[in-house]
């Protein structure tokens, strides 16, 4: 089993900053990522890496947000710029034993569907 948690979120105003991390109670996972979920919605992928540092994101978050790793501290990090309202939600951070690579370029997995733990969730409320 591990342990995720998550910390950093909060509230801001669009075209803020904001910097999720998320502590991982091992370092044996091979892929980690954020995903969020907005209310009566399924969660989906934001932003995932795996343990040699090849990143994947959504479109929506392309060139705003970037997900990075400590792999000494077992940390991973969501440096989010330029939030909109529409990325409000509680974000989660997960884990992955097997990393998925799909598509012709084998881009890693962001389907939430390919992760097996999580943490407990993290509110991010942006304000227009």
């Known amino acids: 089993q591990v342990q995720l948690a998550e910390s950093g979120g909060g509230s801001v105003q669009a075209g803020g900053s904001l910097r999720l991390s998320c502590a991982a109670s091992?370092?044996?996972?091979?892929?980690m990522g954020w995903f969020r979920q907005y209310p009566g919605k399924e969660r989906e992928g934001v932003a995932v890496?795996?343990?040699?540092?090849?990143?994947n994101y959504a479109d929506s978050v392309k060139g705003r947000f970037t997900i990075s790793q400590d792999n000494t501290e077992n940390i991973l990090y969501l440096q989010m710029n330029s939030l909109k309202p529409e990325d409000t939600a509680m974000y989660y951070c997960?884990?992955?034993?097997?990393?998925?690579?799909?598509?012709?370029?084998?881009?890693?997995?962001?389907?939430?569907?390919?992760?097996?733990?999580w943490g407990q969730g993290i509110q991010v409320t942006v304000s227009s």
């Open positions: 091992k370092d044996t996972v091979l892929s």
């Open positions: 997960g884990a992955a034993d097997d990393p998925v690579y799909e598509g012709t370029s084998d881009d890693l997995s962001i389907n939430p569907a390919d992760f097996d733990y």
């Open positions: 890496i795996d343990s040699d540092g090849v990143s």
